[in-house]
């Protein structure tokens, strides 16, 4: 199967800056991803960590385990163009899929305002597929605070995040042709994590 063309930090998340203590949960009734995971999912998070991109975009990443994304279950939350569109604070965003992210042979369609908040979840431990992610395609997260994307940040008030969600997340492949209404390809995934930055030691990729 052909891999999904992705841009962007969304698949290449640096640790970077966090030592991944936070409160939070993902759940569906239903989790769909072909050849990976039909049934009930509860992702149980122990590892919160935060990452910024010259004050223009935040990463933040909501996992079990501390391992790398590669090798294990996680939910990645993509959010950009902060300098001009910032998420406000106790209104519903709407997430769509992340700029980049299309599906091979699928016409591209400039989107003069695309989603400014993109959500990947991902089940590489769970499911060790070639291709165990699936994206927002529909829903809404609130943002009840965010970090202020600072690396040096010392107002604890800017350091915390704390956000509610409810997508619907699909392989966009899988959406092509008929399948963009068979309700049986997407599934409804909501989820709640709250946690501070805290800055610890960069990654380090050589020794």
Same mark, same amino acid.
């Given at each position: ?13 640096? *640790? @970077?800056?966090?030592?991944? %203590? ?7 009734? &239903? ?13 149980? /998070? ?19 385990? #501390?391992?790398?994304? %590669? *090798?294990?279950?996680? *939910? ?9 569109? &910032?998420?406000?604070? @106790? ?22 305002? /695309? ?8 089940? =590489? ?31 604890? #008030?800017?350091?915390?995040? %704390? ?18 209404? #068979? ?8 989820? =709640? ?8 030691? /960069? ?5």
């Amino acid at each position: 199967m052909t891999s999904l063309v992705r841009l962007g930090p969304v698949a290449l998340f640096a *640790l @970077g800056c966090t030592v991944g %203590e936070g409160e939070g949960w993902v759940k569906s009734d &239903r989790l769909f991803i072909e050849d990976c995971w039909t049934g009930s999912f509860d992702l149980g /998070p122990d590892f919160f960590a935060g990452n910024s991109f010259r004050d223009e975009s935040i990463t933040l990443r909501i996992q079990r385990g #501390d391992n790398i994304e %590669e *090798l294990s279950d996680g *939910l990645v939350i993509q959010i950009t163009e902060l300098k001009t569109a &910032r998420p406000p604070v @106790g209104v519903p965003v709407e997430v769509g899929m992340p700029v980049g992210v299309h599906a091979p042979g699928e016409e591209i369609v400039y989107d003069p305002d /695309p989603a400014t908040v993109s959500l990947a979840l991902y089940l =590489h431990d769970s499911c060790h597929a070639q291709n165990g992610t699936v994206y927002s395609v529909d829903g809404t997260i609130t943002f009840l605070s965010l970090w202020s994307g600072d690396l040096n940040e010392d107002n604890a #008030d800017q350091r915390l995040t %704390e956000a509610t969600f409810d997508a619907t997340f699909a392989d966009p492949r899988l959406l092509l042709g008929g399948g963009a209404n #068979d309700p049986d390809l997407s599934s409804r995934v909501t989820g =709640h994590f709250r946690f501070f930055f805290q800055r610890g030691q /960069p990654a380090q990729p050589f020794q």
